[in-house]
């Protein structure tokens, strides 16, 4: 069993930045893809940023170029750096890991953008 724990969110303003952690329980580095989902209310659960075992990240057209994934093996931890943050950036953040086929996700940290 893999526990995913988040942090740092909070109430920022547009333009502003933030970066949230995921600690995981246990060693990260076999973890398929460990990323970043969004949920705002009243819409689906998205991904954001995601990256594999052999480094390679992934992020949502909407967040390219001003959000950053990035992992620290040797913690288990990844983080994602959000920068220019928007209104629309505002959602409750999920942390996942995808182990051998099998889902695991944290309980989540909002992030709220004020205009």
């Known amino acids: 069993q893999v526990q995913l724990v988040e942090s740092g969110g909070g109430l920022v303003q547009a333009g502003g930045s933030l970066r949230l952690s995921c600690a995981a329980s246990?060693?990260?580095?076999?973890?398929?893809?460990m990323g970043w989902f969004r949920q705002a209310p009243g819409k689906q659960r998205e991904l954001v940023a995601n990256?594999?075992?052999?480094?390679?990240?992934r992020y949502a057209d909407s967040v390219k170029g001003r959000f950053t994934i990035s992992r620290d093996n040797a913690i288990n931890t990844i983080y994602l750096q959000m920068n220019s943050l928007t209104p629309e950036d505002a959602a409750a953040y999920y942390c996942?890991?995808?182990?051998?086929?099998?889902?695991?996700w944290g309980q989540g940290t909002q992030v709220t953008v004020s205009s």
């Open positions: 996942h890991a995808n182990v051998h086929s099998r889902q695991y």
């Open positions: 246990t060693n990260i580095f076999e973890f398929n893809t």
């Open positions: 990256i594999n075992v052999g480094g390679v990240k």
